[in-house]
């Protein structure tokens, strides 16, 4: 990269953050629309949850641009304050009419772990609530419910006492939607490996993982994350960590998001793949003209405002994507962390 390519690449990250720290809301929440168009350009509405911010508050990790923290500093309050019982979190925030109708779940809890864990935050100790969340081949579910492997971790049955306080609600939960008990999806696995790191009790993620990827499952391995590169994403993340049983995929997962790129130089169906591309080159180390041209999409797509546009990330589980989850503010820190990486 050159020093106008470098300096361009700056600004973007200045102009991003300053629209983060703007938009960011008084208690530290980063916004997250609810919409039926795919395109995010209709229908949208406000659905507080924890995603966002979770989602943004890694993502500025790597952003060095003045004024990142500061944003940081507020995301962790938010997610400090939706913690429910025994360090476990829902989807949806303490102040959405749902956030007791749904049990928490692995995804958001070790993410936004992972987010605390690294701004040095205290919060109980939630490892055995997440481990007894495991299905005979050591995968970890996504819903955290009472299950029989939790009676091995005493120290979880606190934490699980309120799912089964409000087991009404939940079960309706489960009923109406598109969530399944035994749910158990790669992206989320991927998370939650993250979070723990690599060891005995995460080795059936780190297989299931590998399968996923050598059988080529990744654009269907998880019902909630629609793009095969938040797979991508989200096992570079592990491998980047250190996660050595997944670093013999990173050649042929380069060589999947190589391939990836269509003629116009562009990854996936929108920004969010192409900035999730392009981190995960980063993280996989490969410096090639792919991240080169990634890059200079991402610069183009950027708002005078410094956001980058809002679309689907997380959907509804169901086969049809009725609806799912977005905002400029998750697109935005998925953008600030791929030229960040690119930047350093």
């Not at 790191?197 to 654009?219: F, H, N, Q, S, W």
Request: charged share 25%.
């Amino acid at each position: 990269m050159n020093t106008a390519q470098r300096q361009r690449v700056d600004r973007a990250i200045a102009l991003g953050v300053d629209f983060l720290r703007r938009s960011q809301l008084a208690h530290g929440e980063l916004r997250c629309w609810v919409s039926t168009d795919p395109t995010f350009r209709t229908s949208c509405q406000f659905d507080s949850s924890v995603f966002a911010a979770a989602q943004v508050g890694h993502s500025l990790r790597w952003v060095p641009a003045q004024g990142a923290q500061e944003v940081v500093r507020g995301v962790e309050r938010f997610l400090f304050s939706q913690m429910g019982a025994g360090g476990l979190w829902r989807f949806w925030s303490r102040g959405h009419a749902g956030h007791l109708n749904i049990p928490p779940d692995v995804d958001d809890t070790a993410c936004i772990s992972e987010v605390l864990r690294a701004g040095g935050i205290a919060f109980p100790d939630n490892v055995p609530a997440i481990l007894g969340n495991r299905d005979s081949e050591g995968r970890f579910y996504t819903w955290i419910v009472p299950r029989s492997r939790h009676l091995r971790w005493p120290r979880a049955w606190p934490a699980l006492a309120r799912v089964v306080r409000h087991r009404g609600r939940v079960k309706e939960f489960f009923r109406s939607g598109h969530a399944r008990v035994p749910d158990v999806d790669g992206v989320v696995n991927a998370n939650v490996l993250l979070y723990l790191g690599e060891g005995p009790a995460t080795r059936g993620a780190v297989d299931y993982l590998k399968t996923i990827l050598r059988r080529r499952e990744e654009a269907s391995c998880d019902r909630w994350y629609r793009s095969r590169f938040a797979v991508y994403y989200a096992v570079a993340r592990c491998v980047a960590a250190g996660v050595r049983g997944l670093a013999g995929e990173s050649v042929e997962l380069v060589d999947r998001l190589r391939g990836a790129e269509s003629p116009e130089g562009r990854f996936g169906e929108g920004v969010c793949d192409n900035a999730l591309a392009v981190a995960s080159l980063q993280m996989l180390g490969a410096s090639s003209p792919e991240v080169g041209r990634g890059v200079q999409y991402l610069l183009e797509q950027q708002a005078t405002n410094g956001s980058w546009p809002a679309e689907r990330v997380y959907h509804d589980g169901g086969p049809n994507e009725e609806f799912g989850w977005g905002s400029e503010e998750i697109t935005t820190g998925y953008c600030l962390e791929a030229l960040s990486r690119t930047s350093r």
